[in-house]
């Protein structure tokens, strides 16, 4: 079974920076990509990045040049840095262990956390 497990949320102020950690238990038991997610009320779940087992890397368009994901020790770790937030970035973050869409590079989530909440006050 594989179960990722989030750490690292709370309350920033605007223009403040927050990591996110995760875990996953099992890995990799057919997944080859770790990935953040974050979802809000009214709102459907959005990609944030993604690491892949090569080395690569994903970044939606709200992440680019403001976030950074990277390994946090172990092949089964992920970090999400998260530099100069802004409220729109208030969301519960999710990470998820699953495999690389064949096209847009990016991660299908289908194993995932139960998220942290990330809440950014201006």
């Known amino acids: 079974q594989v179960q990722p497990v989030e750490s690292g949320g709370g309350s920033v102020q605007a223009g403040g920076s927050m990591r996110l950690s995760c875990v996953v238990s099992g890995w990799p038991y057919g997944s080859n990509c770790l990935a953040w997610f974050r979802q809000t009320p009214g709102k459907g779940r959005e990609r944030v990045a993604a690491?892949?087992?090569?080395?690569?890397?994903y970044y939606a368009d709200i992440a680019k040049s403001r976030f950074t994901i990277a390994r946090d020790g172990g092949e089964n770790t992920v970090a999400l840095r998260m530099n100069r937030l802004e409220p729109e970035d208030t969301a519960m973050y999710f990470c998820?262990?699953?495999?690389?869409?064949?096209?847009?590079?990016?991660?299908?989530?289908?194993?995932w956390g139960h998220g942290t909440q990330v809440t950014v006050s201006a």
């Open positions: 690491l892949f087992t090569d080395g690569t890397t």
């Open positions: 998820a262990a699953g495999l690389k869409a064949s096209r847009g590079g990016y991660c299908i989530g289908n194993f």
